[in-house]
């Protein structure tokens, strides 16, 4: 079965603390991305990757920081610098990085800073 | 600046009838559209798209209509079932720029159907 694999789908960390959310896609596909859902917002986009081992920052990239060193994975940690890390992750792939492609989404990660 | 809105927080309709959901943007270079489902605690599922080269596009009990001149799309769901209740999110993009691939989304309509 192809997907887009998010965990932990619970995660609870101490303040200051640095945290890694992992995203692997068995899709293929060139494109990955990051986004934070906050209650009664949209989706906002925290980092995007076209390609292997390259990305861009997204709208609210501060505190965040990614890699991507395969295809099929693009882990996102959370530093003790975001000022608001409590919040529901979700990591979504594209066929490739175009402005016409449908994005594929994990099921999320919700993380509470305790 | 939030340049794609979707005005109604919430839609409650009964089951059969049709509902219509809202979606403005504010960005005139948008050129392709999208409709996401989302459940709680899930991530969103992409239900329907359209192209700015289009004014209509229909996929079962789904169809989205786009008005470029008033910046304004909606998506109709005929008949609607107690399994659409979800949260509607649309999404627009376009090409060029740093903005290429990316995806701006609406704060999201909770839809509520009524057996």
């Known amino acids: 079965d192809g997907g887009i694999t998010q965990s932990p789908k619970y995660l609870f960390r101490k303040e200051g603390q640095n945290v890694t959310l992992s995203c692997e896609q068995n899709?293929?596909?060139?494109?990955m991305y990051w986004y934070r859902q906050d209650p009664g917002q949209g989706l906002r986009l925290i980092y995007y990757?076209?390609?292997?081992?390259?990305?861009q920052k997204g709208d609210i990239a501060e505190g965040y920081s990614v890699s991507r060193e395969k295809k099929e994975s693009f882990p996102l940690t959370v530093t003790s610098a975001q000022k608001n890390p409590t919040a529901f992750y979700l990591c979504?792939?594209?066929?490739?990085?175009?402005?016409?492609?449908?994005?594929?989404f994990g099921p999320g990660t919700r993380l509470t800073v305790l | 600046d939030q340049q794609v809105k979707q005005n109604s927080p919430s839609l409650s309709v009964q089951e059969g009838r049709i509902s219509i959901l809202n979606c403005d943007y504010t960005?005139?270079?948008?050129?392709?559209f999208l409709w996401y489902k989302k459940y709680p605690a899930e991530g969103p599922t992409f239900l329907i798209s359209?192209?700015?080269?289009?004014d209509k596009n229909e996929d079962g009990r789904f169809t989205v209509f786009l008005n470029k001149s008033a910046k304004h799309l909606s998506l109709h769901i005929v008949p609607s079932q107690p399994g659409d209740s979800a949260v509607y999110f649309c999404?627009?993009?376009?090409?060029?720029?740093?903005?290429?691939?990316?995806?701006?989304f609406g704060q999201g309509t909770i839809l509520t159907v009524h057996p």
């Open positions: 999404a627009a993009s376009y090409a060029g720029g740093t903005s290429y691939g990316k995806l701006t």
């Open positions: 960005n005139s270079m948008f050129d392709y």
């Open positions: 990757s076209q390609i292997v081992n390259d990305f």
């Open positions: 979504a792939s594209s066929i490739f990085g175009g402005p016409h492609n449908e994005q594929f």
């Open positions: 359209i192209s700015s080269i289009k």
């Open positions: 899709l293929n596909h060139d494109a």
